[in-house]
């Protein structure tokens, strides 16, 4: 079970002395008492009354008393009613044991309400061997008409003989002494023993053995009895029960002919005003027949009726059976049984009639708080400025319950329990129920909606015509309906005696029906969780309340809730008492109650109309959408609520995300807002007192930004290139720009300056990237821009060259075995790398070690390395070799090769032409910058050497050594070289093959 943290209770409940139990009830009495005289078993007491506070009408008085009992009253212990004479009143307590202390309590009643004075302790006397003693009392032979009455009679000491004995009796006083009917009887040894004949039948008797003597007058223990009744009727059985009529059948069996009594009349009565009918109210008569006698009823304009046997005998007196109510609907739901009470049509005074206002004044609500569910996750829509952040619910203050208003009610059903969490579970499939250690609870921690849904679901289970029921529905079958019980609580004026609230529960709900019912056979009412209405709740509502099954105000913000609940004060638990709740709220001390009524139909709205899916501008629920909807028909009953459900799944109800507003206009527009690239279902729903009705249902998918994808970057210059996207889908709206945006950090934005412009609409694109910085990694994205917003392509990066080729040649191309591409350009008859070499393999797979360390100098086997050990380098001026690596013959790409000292010779005729321009590289003399032009686009770079001694590095920037195949002696090779000084190429035969130079490769 899940844990539930007490909140603040705050009330005012005003209490008195004399009050039972425990309420103000708008008066205030002094009730007094004193002992008058006492024997060894009587006490004669005097009582009065003052009215200290107020008015009431004293209707009786009297004492109650016990040997047991510490504070004595009308529950507890023995009541003993006086005649009040003005504010006086006298009793005898007879029969009492010798030495033994009681405790009284003198009280007096006005109407229900009954008001004690003090407790005071009386012990009677000892008992003495002068004092008769009458013990034994027995009776026998009891008839409809007699019964003997036996008692033993003994007197240890004779000096004060009994004078007289015998029996007095009573079919009304508990005590009966000779103020009440007696007989005088002899004792024959020792014992008295009576028949009384000419005794009602079925009636009870009180009697009690009497003796006198000089020392007074003594009584024995009461004895009670009943004659039998003359007749013998059986439970009222029902069949053919149907919506105008019912057969009841029941046993009559003649017992005591043999006393003279004979039938004279056989029947069934019934009524609706009250539990027990009588020939009086409403009589069919039945002939007996084989022992039983049966009748039709007709409802006529009932439903329901209470019904019980009668017999007449020749005694002029009626004879009645039990009484059964007849009407009630049971249902069976998955294994599941639940029954609704019948409650015939009628008239009432709707509100806070006189007996609801016995009380102080109302308390603060407490709301037992409801937990983080699934349920509640959050919506995929969104009403603004709605949120789901509601309102707590509210009790409001005791004006709400006036004025006091007639009402007329067609006939309905209610449920005899709140619907439980086993019936939940049999129709939602779910219990969200806090308190759900038993399956009997009721459910709670339920909004109003999903009942409604509750009941939807099990109209289509049953086939039945429930309906949640209207708050006058809920009062009218709390007063006990016709049976108007006039109890400030539904079935009692003691609230614990029906009812679960603050005082009685360590605040948690209970297990429907362990209570006492009402009159109806209704439990729970007023106390164990607070019941939803149908109602729309409004202050002043009972001043201007149709007369007529009334179904609260057209419109509103909550709705209205019913009877009080285990966490909080009795006083709501009165019947009239009303408080409000949001309809999407919920809490673990509020659930609710069916009804039933029959021959309403529902509502009918029409399919939900969709305006145009637009942008909403909000961050994240992007997509704003209008939605049209439109009644068809009121059906039943006003219409109290209408608007949409909508969700991600299909067939949407009021369980899902619902919205509405505040209108009686048959047709209107809401605006939602949506969260993008989701399908929705939308249906309309129209709510009325006969339940919930939907429109046919409708889906779409929210409009989302685009889907663009990023194109390759080609014609990478150092400070150009190109790129381009490809819109697959424009998300829904039109393609209001698009382009490519970079940075040289990554996931550039439009938000930045560095973009392209490229047009509007889907498809494919090409944007130029310019003012591009030399030798910089570049990151770029395509785009594309909706109403909804801007979406990115992938994201791809790039570097612009570091070397500054001539724009003018149209270069080819070659990639070696690692991948790198290189450019290449013709030179009269001869094809070069118009590029450094960067290979870290050989063409035929075999990986070339990186040496960084400085036993460089004392390798004689193929090794590279970056310039300075520093990859960065790598991009413009390659990787350096040692000669070693030359020598293998297998170093550049399949079909190229590292020239002859004879092939550098045949391009050395042209070297004015071979150097980079500018000084991005090269540390020109300002004497030859106007020599440079790399007008063949050899483009030869200061890639600079590895020493072979040390291992050290040197000249970049201002010197280009690249090896060639050719050597000299066995240790030395041929070499070309440039310098920053001259455009001229220099060549050589004296360098050690440890050497690390720049390789440029030749076309075979």
Request: charged share 15%.
């Amino acid at each position: 079970m899940k844990t539930i943290h007490r909140i603040l209770l705050a009330g005012i409940l005003a209490l008195t002395s004399c009050l039972y139990p425990g309420e103000d009830w708008g008066f205030e009495v002094s009730v007094e008492s004193t002992l008058s005289s006492k024997t060894c078993e009587r006490l004669v007491l005097d009582g009065s009354y003052q009215m200290l506070r107020g008015s009431a009408k004293i209707e009786e008085s009297g004492f109650c008393y016990s040997s047991t009992q510490s504070n004595p009253d009308i529950d507890n212990a023995t009541k003993l009613t006086a005649q009040l004479i003005d504010k006086a009143f006298t009793a005898t307590i007879e029969g009492l044991t010798p030495n033994t202390s009681y405790n009284v309590r003198p009280y007096v009643r006005s109407g229900k309400s009954y008001v004690y004075g003090e407790v005071k302790t009386h012990r009677t006397y000892f008992a003495t061997a002068y004092t008769p003693v009458l013990s034994g009392g027995t009776t026998s032979a009891v008839g409809a008409q007699k019964a003997t009455v036996t008692a033993v009679v003994q007197l240890s000491n004779a000096s004060y003989p009994i004078t007289e004995a015998g029996f007095c009796y009573s079919d009304t006083v508990e005590l009966p002494s000779l103020n009440d009917s007696h007989v005088q009887v002899e004792p024959v040894d020792g014992s008295i023993s009576y028949t009384f004949t000419s005794l009602k039948p079925a009636q009870t008797y009180f009697v009690r053995a009497y003796a006198i003597n000089a020392l007074g007058t003594f009584y024995g223990s009461s004895i009670g009895f009943s004659t039998a009744s003359p007749v013998t009727l059986g439970d009222v059985s029902v069949s053919n029960l149907s919506s105008t009529g019912f057969t009841v059948t029941a046993g009559l069996q003649t017992p005591y002919v043999s006393e003279g009594l004979t039938l004279l009349e056989s029947g069934f009565c019934y009524a609706e005003d009250t539990r027990l009918p009588a020939v009086t109210n409403n009589k069919i008569s039945s002939v007996v027949s084989n022992g039983e006698i049966s009748a039709s009823v007709s409802f006529g304009s009932k439903i329901s009726y209470f019904v019980r046997a009668y017999a007449k005998c020749s005694n002029g007196e009626y004879y009645y059976g039990k009484s059964l109510k007849v009407g009630d609907k049971s249902f069976t739901v998955k294994g599941v049984t639940f029954d609704m009470v019948a409650v015939n049509g009628g008239s009432f005074g709707m509100g806070a009639t006189d007996e609801q206002l016995r009380s102080a004044g109302a308390g603060v609500e407490q709301l037992a708080c409801s937990y983080a569910l699934p349920k509640r996750a959050k919506p995929e829509t969104l009403f603004y400025p709605m949120t789901n952040n509601y309102k707590s619910a509210l009790r409001s203050v005791r004006d709400n319950e006036k004025p006091v208003h007639t009402v007329t009610l067609s006939p309905y059903y209610i449920g005899r329990h709140e619907v439980t969490q086993e019936l939940w579970q049999a129709v939602m499939d779910y219990n969200n129920s806090g308190y759900d250690d038993n399956v009997k609870n009721p459910a709670e921690n339920i909004s109003w909606y999903e009942c409604l849904v509750f009941v939807d679901k099990l109209k289509a289970l049953t086939g039945a015509a429930f309906v949640m029921p209207t708050e006058a529905q809920w009062e009218y079958a709390a007063r006990g309906a016709a049976l108007r019980e006039g109890y400030k609580y539904a079935g009692s004026d003691v609230c614990d005696t029906v009812a679960w609230t603050e005082g009685n529960t360590s605040d948690r709900p209970q297990a429907v029906g362990n209570r006492q019912a009402n009159g109806l056979g209704i439990y729970d009412m007023s106390g164990n969780v607070a019941e939803k209405c149908y109602d729309w709740y409004a202050l002043g509502y009972y001043s201007s309340s149709p007369q007529n099954n009334p179904s609260g105000p057209s419109t509103g913000w909550s709705r209205v809730q019913r009877g009080g609940d285990y966490y909080n004060e009795a006083d709501w638990a009165r019947i009239s008492s009303r408080s409000m709740i949001h309809p999407d709220s919920c809490y673990l001390n509020y659930g609710f109650r069916l009804a039933l009524r029959e021959g309403m139909t529902l509502p009918s709205v029409e399919k939900v109309t969709m305006g145009e899916l637009t942008a909403s501008g909000f961050s994240e629920y992007t997509v704003e959408g209008t939605f049209r909807i439109t009644l068809s028909s009121q059906g039943s009953g006003q219409v109290s609520e209408k608007g949409i459900c909508i969700s991600t799944s299909e067939t949407p109800d009021l369980t899902d995300a619902h919205y509405h507003l505040d209108t009686i206009a048959d047709s209107y527009d809401i605006t939602i807002y949506m969260k993008e690239n989701r399908t929705f279902y939308v249906r309309s729903y129209a709510i009325s007192e006969a339940g919930v009705a939907y429109g046919e249902q409708v889906s779409f998918t929210t409009p989302t930004t685009p889907l663009v994808n990023t194109i390759a970057v080609t014609d990478i210059t150092a400070n150009t290139a190109t790129g381009g996207g490809l819109i697959s889908d424009d998300g829904g709206l039109d393609i209001i720009a698009r382009g490519l945006v970079w940075s040289t950090s990554s996931n550039p934005t439009v938000d930045l300056n560095t973009k392209t412009s490229d047009g509007t609409g889907p498809g494919s694109f090409v944007g130029q990237l310019a003012g591009l910085t030399i030798g910089t990694r570049y990151y770029v994205r395509a785009y594309a821009t909706n109403a909804l917003g801007t979406a990115y392509g992938e994201e791809l990066s790039f570097s612009t060259l570091y070397i500054l080729f001539n724009e003018n040649i149209s270069y080819g191309s070659v990639s070696d075995i690692d991948g790198n591409n290189y450019k290449t350009v013709n030179i009269g008859t001869q094809t070069w790398m118009a590029e450094n070499l960067k290979t870290t393999k050989y063409r035929d797979g075999t990986s070339i070690p990186n040496v960084t360390s400085y036993s460089w100098d004392n390798l004689t086997t193929g090794a590279w390395c970056y310039y300075n050990n520093n990859s960065n380098y790598d991009e413009a001026y390659g990787k350096l070799y040692n000669w070693y690596a030359v020598g293998t013959g297998k170093l550049c790409p399949e079909g190229w090769h590292v020239p002859s000292i004879s092939e550098w010779e045949i391009l050395i005729d042209n070297n004015l032409y071979l150097k980079e321009i500018g000084s991005e590289h090269w540390y020109y003399y300002s004497g030859i910058t106007d020599q440079v032009t790399n007008e063949y686009g050899f483009t030869a770079l200061p890639g600079g050497k590895r020493d072979d001694i040390g291992g050290d590095f040197l000249s970049m920037g201002s010197s280009a050594y690249w090896w060639s195949t050719s050597t000299y002696l066995s240790y030395w090779a041929y070499y070309c070289c440039m310098f920053e000084s001259s455009t001229d190429v220099y060549c050589a035969s004296n360098e050690s093959m440890e050497y690390g130079f720049s390789v440029r490769c030749l076309k075979d």
